[in-house]
């Protein structure tokens, strides 16, 4: 079982519509990332977060650590959000080295 | 700022070549990542450094190599080229602890295709 889980795999949607991702993991963790992949291929940070939420202009992400959940929600969906979103981890184990571990990832499509 | 530039964007490798994926950072940051992006999958640690002269393993090491001899610089070696290294090649970056934890800043990627 990966120790990160995404969810769901794809996810087609109409321009407007409100999404939400939602990434589950199974180990002890420091700080989780929400990361965004353009179609060419560039990765972008878009959140770091250990607890709480955090809004960035339409996109919102929250975490549950007694749950191990989080979810990244992106309000008022544009074409211009299609990509693929990315959750990972920075496990409590990978100590000085913050190491990452990554889901598989998120195909979001947003239709016109 | 650049941020991360990686070189070269493609290249196709015949089996048993070798060759060296670029990486550079002007952000002066301690940390940096080199990871593999196969489809379908998530991101795997291929190996890191924590500084120039440090580096260590990460997920999976196997038939690369690294070095950091300087803080803006972190090649990966690809010794031997075979089939299953074909894939998308991320280096990436960071604050060290002591500068407060940062997320990471990758590169465009490399892709390779060994055939």
């Known amino acids: 079982k990966n120790e990160v889980e995404q969810s769901p795999q794809n996810l087609t949607a109409q321009e407007g519509e409100f999404i939400t991702i939602n990434c589950s993991y199974s180990?002890?963790?420091?700080?989780l990332h929400w990361l965004q992949q353009h179609p060419g291929g560039g990765i972008v940070s878009l959140f770091m977060?250990?607890?709480g939420k955090k809004k960035h202009g339409r996109l919102i992400a929250t975490i549950n650590i007694q749950e191990k959940h989080s979810s990244l929600h992106i309000t008022a969906s544009h074409p211009r959000d299609s990509a693929v979103y990315i959750c990972?981890?920075?496990?409590?184990?990978?100590?000085?080295?913050?190491?990452?571990?990554f889901g598989s990832g998120t195909q979001l499509t947003v239709l016109p | 700022n650049a941020g991360v530039t990686q070189t070269p964007k493609f290249r196709i490798l015949k089996i048993g070549q070798s060759m060296t994926l670029q990486c550079t950072q002007d952000?002066?940051?301690?940390?940096m990542y080199w990871y593999r992006q196969d489809p379908g999958m998530g991101l795997k640690l291929i190996y890191y450094?924590?500084?120039?002269?440090?580096?260590d393993k990460g997920e999976v090491p196997n038939g690369y190599n690294v070095s950091r001899s300087t803080t803006e610089d972190f090649p990966l070696r690809l010794e031997l080229a075979a089939p299953s290294q074909t894939s998308v090649y991320f280096c990436?970056?960071?604050?060290?602890?002591?500068?407060?934890?940062?997320?990471?800043?990758f590169g465009p990627g490399t892709r390779l295709t060994v055939t």
């Open positions: 990436a970056s960071s604050y060290s602890i002591i500068q407060g934890a940062r997320e990471q800043y």
């Open positions: 977060l250990s607890s």
């Open positions: 450094s924590v500084g120039a002269g440090i580096t």
């Open positions: 180990v002890g963790i420091s700080a």
């Open positions: 990972a981890v920075r496990t409590i184990s990978s100590g000085s080295a913050r190491q990452l571990t």
């Open positions: 952000m002066n940051h301690n940390y």
